[in-house]
């Protein structure tokens, strides 16, 4: 690979519009970017999501692409109408079954899988500590560490005993946030044994049980690093997650281009310093001209050797060892079957019957 493949291959992102824009052509085939994230603004049918990732991966000739989604369930699904969208994390826990819960995962891994979707930026590991947090809430399994590790698991097994790449979010958590890192910088300030006892656990047993990648958080934990928030951060990503955690998997910032982030560091100079901290995948999710941007700044800081060639390889080792995991050989969407998987009628009666156990008295004691 040539020095702007490497750098391409650490790249995800976004587009608008239900069709690869020109842009987004360009950067698969002149820079060899090594994923794309699809978003509800994208997707209009299974017919439809199976037709744009096989013209997606079409493009990419000499390695697959990640097809990212965030498929949580509950309220933050991306995908349209036809396909079978389950609860998200507090309510499946709320079935206090982790085989329901296993088996709903792994319905959405099949439906995934068959429209061309490799990568599932899910489960959720942060645990909602905070009843006031504005942007975790339902959306974790729950209040405390064992029941967030258990399902957590759970959810990472479905997905990825179906080839489905699972990504545990946000390290080092989110739960205990008052702020919205869409919009402003949160910080947690708990000292460092609250965080092992609390926050990291869940992230600690996912890697022990072979998690294939972690998303960090936009937030600043000043008892790790009182400056850049963890996505930014050597302490955290390098020193915590890698060095002292274990972790040798693939490692992706949330968007690049969130308030978060934004308001500080522009496009360019927020991937340098993602990448110097420890990222191996840089996420952007929209901005045609801040992608172009970060490509290029990440070019040049390698060029003037404030981001070593060496360090962009051990990146694309992670990220081509990942796709030779999950992706390979690579089989395009088989369109006369997405029919006989998406929303067919077992996984119909899979929801019916979570509804119904989460729908339950019993359902209303769960914490």
């Given at each position: 690979?040539?020095?702007k493949?490497?750098?391409?291959?650490?790249?995800?992102?976004?587009f608008d519009?239900?069709?690869?824009?020109?842009?987004?052509?360009?950067?698969?085939?002149?820079?060899?970017?090594?994923?794309?994230?699809?978003?509800?603004?994208?997707?209009?049918?299974?017919?439809?999501t199976?037709g744009?990732?096989?013209?997606?991966?079409?493009?990419?000739?000499k390695m697959?692409l990640?097809?990212?989604?965030?498929?949580?369930g509950?309220?933050?699904?991306?995908?349209?109408?036809?396909?079978?969208?389950?609860?998200g994390?507090?309510?499946?826990?709320?079935?206090?079954?982790?085989?329901?819960v296993?088996?709903?995962?792994?319905?959405?891994?099949?439906?995934?899988r068959?429209v061309g979707?490799?990568?599932n930026?899910?489960?959720v590991?942060?645990?909602?500590?905070?009843?006031?947090?504005?942007?975790?809430?339902d959306?974790?399994?729950?209040t405390?560490p064992?029941?967030?590790?258990?399902?957590?698991l759970?959810?990472?097994?479905?997905?990825?005993?179906?080839r489905?790449?699972?990504?545990?979010?946000?390290?080092?958590?989110?739960?205990?946030?008052?702020?919205?890192?869409?919009?402003?910088?949160?910080?947690?300030?708990?000292?460092?044994?609250?965080?092992?006892?609390?926050?990291?656990?869940?992230?600690?047993?996912?890697?022990?049980?072979?998690?294939?990648?972690?998303?960090?958080?936009?937030?600043?934990?000043?008892?790790?690093?009182?400056?850049?928030?963890?996505?930014?951060?050597?302490?955290i990503?390098?020193?915590?997650?890698?060095?002292?955690?274990?972790?040798?998997?693939?490692?992706?910032?949330?968007?690049?281009?969130?308030?978060?982030?934004?308001d500080?560091?522009?496009?360019?100079?927020?991937?340098?310093?993602?990448?110097?901290?420890?990222?191996?995948?840089?996420?952007f999710?929209?901005?045609?001209?801040?992608?172009?941007?970060?490509?290029?700044?990440?070019?040049?800081?390698?060029k003037?050797?404030?981001i070593?060639?060496?360090?962009?390889?051990?990146?694309?080792?992670?990220?081509?060892?990942?796709?030779?995991?999950f992706?390979?050989p690579?089989?395009p969407?088989?369109?006369?079957?997405?029919?006989?998987?998406?929303?067919?009628a077992?996984?119909?009666?899979?929801?019916?019957?979570?509804?119904e156990?989460?729908?339950?008295?019993?359902?209303?004691?769960?914490?």
């Open positions: 690979m040539t020095l493949e490497k750098i391409g291959q650490i790249f995800m992102v976004g519009g239900v069709g690869p824009s020109k842009t987004l052509l360009r950067f698969i085939k002149e820079f060899h970017i090594g994923g794309v994230i699809l978003f509800a603004r994208n997707l209009q049918s299974p017919s439809q199976a744009l990732c096989n013209a997606l991966q079409a493009q990419s000739r697959p990640l097809i990212s989604i965030d498929q949580e509950g309220r933050v699904s991306r995908l349209p109408k036809g396909f079978s969208v389950f609860p994390g507090a309510k499946l826990a709320a079935c206090q079954s982790p085989e329901l296993y088996r709903a995962t792994e319905a959405t891994a099949k439906e995934l068959a979707i490799n990568m930026l899910s489960p590991l942060d645990v909602n500590t905070n009843p006031a947090n504005p942007i975790i809430g959306r974790a399994f729950g405390g064992t029941l967030v590790s258990t399902m957590g759970t959810v990472i097994a479905g997905l990825q005993d179906n489905i790449v699972a990504c545990g979010k946000h390290f080092p958590g989110h739960g205990d946030t008052a702020a919205d890192s869409h919009k402003e910088l949160p910080r947690v300030s708990h000292g460092l044994q609250r965080l092992q006892d609390v926050e990291l656990r869940p992230f600690l047993h996912a890697i022990q049980n072979g998690l294939a990648s972690i998303m960090t958080a936009h937030v600043v934990y000043p008892a790790l690093d009182p400056k850049e928030p963890a996505t930014l951060s050597k302490p990503v390098t020193g915590l997650l890698r060095q002292v955690m274990g972790f040798q998997g693939v490692v992706i910032t949330d968007d690049l281009q969130m308030a978060a982030i934004s500080t560091d522009g496009p360019g100079e927020a991937a340098v310093k993602a990448i110097e901290a420890g990222a191996d995948l840089v996420l999710c929209r901005d045609e001209a801040a992608q172009l941007s970060a490509l290029v700044a990440v070019a040049l800081a390698v003037q050797k404030r070593r060639e060496a360090r962009i390889e051990q990146s694309l080792l992670r990220i081509l060892q990942l796709k030779e995991k992706l390979l690579y089989q969407a088989d369109l006369a079957k997405v029919k006989e998987v998406v929303g067919c077992s996984h119909k009666h899979l929801l019916q019957e979570i509804k156990k989460t729908e339950a008295p019993a359902a209303s004691k769960v914490v």
